[in-house]
């Protein structure tokens, strides 16, 4: 059971060199203080352009800085962590770098709000706007800090080593805090959940946000999570409870969920005024809290230093913020030559990998898509030691006893059997049942340098996890300028045309996550191209959502001899199915076989030759292939499974329509799902999907326009 440490008032804890180490840390949290003030002012006078505050959590910050090693440890900071990034050693002007928005910036060469934490050199990882993406994210930082230890892979990590995410009370209320917790205390994992109470997420009050108005309470029953407390605005307490969690974790006991109780004596930030929801006695009480205050009296009681000494230090220190403020608002700006930078890993995406098309084929075994993905995966974890395979049911079994007596399940689809059994419990495992949990995770540990290959069972259910994945995964590179990547590849399966699918487990989508820079897609019609797409998007350095249509993975006509394990497909690189002079169609996944049928029959009825053109990936497209065959051919039919209004066809028919206006003979046409859900009965599906006779029916009708 959790153990409780909680209401710890106790002064007496010793510690080495007291004075020098508390008139230090005071020292750090009258510069954090003083870039707040700082930063208020230059935004008041326009100079910077938002501005967030860490007023009131000084103290928690650089007692936790103190204990942590920048470095060593990793940090997953939330908005109101200035103190503890001083504290470990992110110095003010790199804070007013962000501020201005200066290219120089560390945290995100400018392209993030200030306050949106960041540091290659300190092990501080990119932190985002969306509240409580960090926790899921920090599990997985852990837990590949554990593997590569014990797997004694080529990568930095500590023995001993320990990931602090922290948050308000607030962000305490989404989900994703749970999952974090659950699996963290599963696993017995060293992670400080920092959790930072001022009792207010912006205006609402804690009572109305936590149950009881107390997190620490709520998760108190928690098998092998710890919870401790201190009040935050007394340095000396926090500095004790801190150094008690740091041991705890160092020595491996499990997570550490430490409750701080601290003040917020701004508003939010300089978009909100607290005094609209807030009564100036409860100001005044916070102003007596103030652990810049608590901390000054403490000092000058105890004789450390005199309240004349303590002035001079803090005349010393705004001299030295004011100078800092000053360089940085002389940097130069990240500018128009940034925009488009970072979004793609430069030289080896998989659209640069070189393709081995053409390499002879190992033996004559005709093998499945699903047996091909299967095998690639298989052949990929034994030639790179970094790859992880997770999620839900992938493992042949979670109680890896039973397999000498069961056969294992090994995926829904039987598409990750064997792979447990092959390469071990510790490289290829089950997960709860949190597709935001599975993706955050695994951005946790690509960013320590690890290949997750994570399933999301069916793409229906992928949606619990699209903050992860677009908020997170798709701007990682982005928002810190290539300083942190996660090369994580999301495979899911998709699509209908399988009887009794119905609305949960047929649906298409692909489009939605084409707006998200950042993320390719591929989506493979066969099973060589789905061990070289899938190769390729393992060896790449950029997130692929790698999609596979479970019609496709035992059908007959769409299997191929294994190419080997030397099979590369690059991205962005269509394919030629079928040629054809009177017209060019483009379609992609299940659709391409019904696009052959229907091109086939139309050309023994009406000798009309239709080019079948498959995609093979979304993001990026081939766009030149697509518009060298409409030059040719003059038509153009678009033909997906997802639906018509906003699916990705629009996409390809407006670039077309823009690039290649004068060589059109006929408007360009599509053949997509009806723009409604796939209904239970074989009948409703079957007018709800594309079929070979709706495909034959709009060539003809373009052929003849």
Same mark, same amino acid.
């Not at 020098?20 to 930063?39: G, K, P, Q």
């Not at 501020?99 to 960041?118: E, F, I, K, T, Y």
């Not at 801190?242 to 508003?267: C, D, F, I």
């Given at each position: 059971?959790?153990?409780?440490q909680?209401?710890?008032?106790?002064?007496?804890t010793?510690?080495?060199?007291?004075?020098?180490?508390?008139?230090s840390?005071?020292?750090t949290?009258?510069?954090?203080?003083?870039?707040?003030?700082?930063?208020?002012?230059l935004?008041?006078?326009?100079?910077?352009?938002?501005?967030?505050?860490?007023a009131?959590?000084?103290?928690?910050g650089?007692?936790?800085?103190?204990h942590?090693?920048?470095?060593?440890?990793?940090?997953?900071?939330?908005?109101?962590?200035r103190?503890?990034?001083?504290?470990?050693?992110?110095?003010?002007?790199?804070?007013?770098?962000?501020?201005?928005?200066?290219?120089?910036?560390?945290?995100?060469?400018?392209?993030?709000?200030?306050c949106?934490?960041?540091?290659?050199?300190?092990?501080i990882v990119s932190?985002?706007?969306?509240?409580?993406t960090?926790?899921n994210?920090?599990?997985?930082?852990a837990?590949?800090?554990?593997h590569?230890?014990?797997?004694a892979?080529?990568?930095?990590a500590?023995?001993?080593?320990?990931?602090?995410?922290?948050?308000?009370?607030?962000?305490?209320?989404?989900?994703?805090?749970w999952?974090?917790?659950?699996?963290?205390?599963?696993r017995?994992?060293?992670?400080?959940?920092?959790?930072?109470?001022?009792?207010?997420?912006?205006s609402?009050?804690?009572?109305?946000?936590?149950?009881?108005?107390?997190?620490?309470?709520?998760?108190?029953?928690?098998?092998?999570?710890?919870?401790m407390?201190?009040?935050?605005?007394?340095?000396?307490?926090?500095?004790?409870v801190?150094?008690?969690?740091v041991?705890?974790?160092?020595?491996?006991?499990?997570?550490?969920?430490?409750?701080?109780?601290?003040?917020?004596?701004?508003?939010?930030?300089l978009?909100?005024?607290?005094?609209?929801?807030?009564?100036?006695?409860?100001?005044?009480?916070?102003?007596?809290?103030?652990?810049?205050?608590?901390?000054?009296?403490?000092?000058v009681?105890?004789?450390?230093a005199?309240?004349?000494?303590?002035?001079?230090?803090?005349?010393?220190?705004?001299?030295?913020?004011?100078?800092?403020?000053?360089?940085a608002?002389?940097?130069?700006?990240?500018?128009p030559?940034?925009?488009?930078?970072?979004?793609?890993?430069?030289?080896n995406?998989?659209?640069?990998?070189?393709?081995?098309?053409?390499?002879?084929?190992?033996?004559?075994?005709?093998?499945a898509m699903?047996?091909?993905?299967?095998?690639?995966?298989l052949?990929?974890?034994?030639?790179?030691e970094?790859?992880?395979?997770?999620?839900?049911?992938?493992?042949d079994?979670s109680r890896?006893?039973?397999?000498t007596?069961?056969k294992?399940?090994?995926?829904v689809?039987?598409?990750?059997?064997?792979?447990?059994r092959?390469?071990?419990?510790d490289?290829?495992f089950n997960?709860?049942?949190?597709?935001?949990?599975?993706?955050?995770?695994a951005?946790?540990?690509?960013?320590r340098?690890?290949?997750?290959?994570?399933?999301?069972?069916?793409?229906?259910?992928?949606?619990?996890?699209?903050?992860?994945?677009?908020?997170?995964?798709a701007t990682?590179r982005?928002?810190?300028?290539?300083?942190?990547?996660?090369?994580?590849? *999301?495979?899911?399966?998709?699509?209908?045309?399988?009887? =009794?699918?119905? /609305?949960?487990h $047929?649906? !298409?989508? %692909?489009?939605?996550?084409?707006?998200?820079?950042?993320?390719?897609?591929a989506?493979?019609?066969?099973?060589?191209d789905?061990?070289?797409l899938?190769?390729?998007?393992i060896?790449?350095?950029?997130?692929?959502l790698?999609?596979?249509?479970?019609?496709?993975?035992?059908?007959?006509?769409?299997r191929?001899?294994?190419?080997?394990?030397?099979?590369?497909?690059?991205?962005?690189?269509?394919?030629?199915?079928?040629?054809?002079?009177?017209?060019?169609?483009?379609?992609?996944?299940?659709?391409?076989?019904?696009s052959?049928?229907?091109a086939?029959?139309?050309?023994?009825?009406?000798q009309?030759?239709?080019?079948?053109?498959?995609?093979?990936?979304?993001v990026?497209?081939?766009?030149?292939?697509?518009?060298?065959?409409?030059?040719?051919?003059?038509?153009?039919?678009? *033909?997906?499974?997802?639906?018509?209004?906003?699916?990705? =066809?629009a996409? /390809?028919a407006? $670039?077309? !329509?823009? %690039?290649?206006?004068?060589?059109?003979?006929?408007?360009?046409r599509?053949?997509t799902?009806?723009?409604?859900w796939?209904?239970?009965s074989?009948?409703?599906?079957e007018?709800?999907?594309?079929?070979?006779?709706?495909?034959?029916?709009a060539?003809?009708?373009l052929?003849?326009?």
């Amino acid at each position: 059971m959790s153990t409780i440490q909680g209401d710890v008032h106790a002064r007496s804890t010793p510690f080495d060199n007291a004075p020098s180490v508390i008139l230090s840390l005071y020292r750090t949290m009258l510069v954090s203080r003083a870039v707040d003030d700082e930063e208020i002012r230059l935004k008041k006078r326009q100079q910077i352009y938002f501005q967030i505050s860490g007023a009131g959590h000084e103290a928690i910050g650089v007692a936790v800085g103190h204990h942590a090693r920048a470095a060593y440890d990793w940090f997953y900071p939330y908005y109101r962590d200035r103190a503890l990034c001083l504290q470990l050693g992110m110095t003010p002007r790199e804070m007013f770098l962000s501020a201005v928005g200066a290219l120089d910036d560390p945290n995100s060469h400018g392209r993030q709000m200030p306050c949106h934490w960041a540091h290659k050199a300190l092990n501080i990882v990119s932190q985002s706007s969306p509240t409580g993406t960090q926790y899921n994210q920090a599990v997985g930082c852990a837990e590949a800090g554990r593997h590569i230890i014990a797997s004694a892979i080529d990568l930095p990590a500590s023995a001993d080593e320990v990931t602090v995410v922290s948050s308000g009370e607030g962000a305490t209320s989404e989900g994703e805090f749970w999952e974090a917790i659950n699996v963290a205390s599963n696993r017995k994992l060293p992670v400080m959940f920092l959790i930072e109470d001022n009792e207010y997420a912006i205006s609402v009050p804690v009572e109305v946000t936590t149950a009881g108005g107390d997190i620490g309470a709520c998760f108190s029953g928690i098998p092998g999570l710890t919870i401790m407390r201190c009040d935050g605005t007394d340095l000396v307490e926090t500095l004790a409870v801190v150094g008690r969690a740091v041991t705890h974790l160092r020595e491996g006991n499990g997570p550490v969920l430490l409750h701080a109780k601290v003040t917020r004596p701004y508003s939010h930030s300089l978009s909100d005024d607290h005094a609209y929801y807030r009564t100036r006695e409860e100001l005044a009480r916070e102003q007596d809290r103030d652990c810049l205050r608590r901390t000054e009296d403490y000092i000058v009681e105890q004789g450390y230093a005199t309240q004349l000494e303590v002035e001079s230090l803090k005349a010393e220190v705004l001299r030295e913020v004011r100078e800092a403020a000053n360089a940085a608002l002389g940097a130069k700006r990240a500018g128009p030559a940034e925009v488009m930078t970072h979004l793609y890993a430069p030289g080896n995406g998989p659209d640069q990998i070189v393709s081995n098309e053409g390499v002879p084929t190992h033996g004559s075994e005709n093998i499945a898509m699903g047996e091909a993905i299967r095998r690639t995966m298989l052949q990929e974890l034994s030639l790179d030691e970094r790859i992880v395979i997770f999620g839900e049911d992938v493992a042949d079994a979670s109680r890896q006893q039973i397999l000498t007596e069961c056969k294992g399940k090994g995926g829904v689809f039987k598409v990750t059997f064997g792979l447990q059994r092959e390469h071990g419990s510790d490289r290829v495992f089950n997960t709860p049942l949190a597709e935001a949990m599975i993706i955050g995770r695994a951005i946790g540990m690509a960013t320590r340098g690890l290949r997750p290959i994570v399933e999301i069972q069916f793409f229906d259910y992928i949606w619990p996890a699209f903050n992860q994945l677009r908020n997170e995964l798709a701007t990682m590179r982005w928002r810190s300028a290539g300083d942190f990547t996660a090369p994580v590849v *999301v495979r899911a399966t998709i699509g209908g045309y399988l009887r =009794g699918g119905a /609305i949960y487990h $047929s649906q !298409t989508g %692909e489009s939605i996550f084409v707006a998200c820079p950042g993320i390719k897609i591929a989506y493979p019609s066969n099973a060589a191209d789905a061990m070289g797409l899938l190769r390729a998007a393992i060896r790449s350095d950029d997130p692929v959502l790698f999609l596979e249509h479970k019609h496709l993975y035992f059908q007959g006509y769409n299997r191929s001899n294994d190419p080997g394990p030397d099979h590369v497909v690059p991205f962005g690189k269509a394919a030629v199915r079928r040629s054809g002079t009177d017209l060019t169609l483009v379609t992609w996944g299940a659709l391409v076989q019904r696009s052959l049928e229907a091109a086939d029959r139309i050309s023994r009825r009406m000798q009309v030759e239709a080019e079948v053109i498959d995609l093979r990936t979304i993001v990026p497209w081939d766009r030149e292939a697509v518009l060298a065959s409409v030059r040719k051919t003059g038509r153009l039919l678009i *033909v997906h499974e997802e639906m018509k209004t906003g699916g990705f =066809g629009a996409e /390809i028919a407006a $670039s077309v !329509t823009e %690039e290649c206006f004068e060589w059109l003979d006929a408007p360009v046409r599509r053949v997509t799902s009806k723009d409604t859900w796939v209904g239970y009965s074989p009948e409703m599906e079957e007018v709800t999907l594309p079929q070979v006779a709706d495909v034959e029916k709009a060539i003809e009708a373009l052929a003849t326009y």
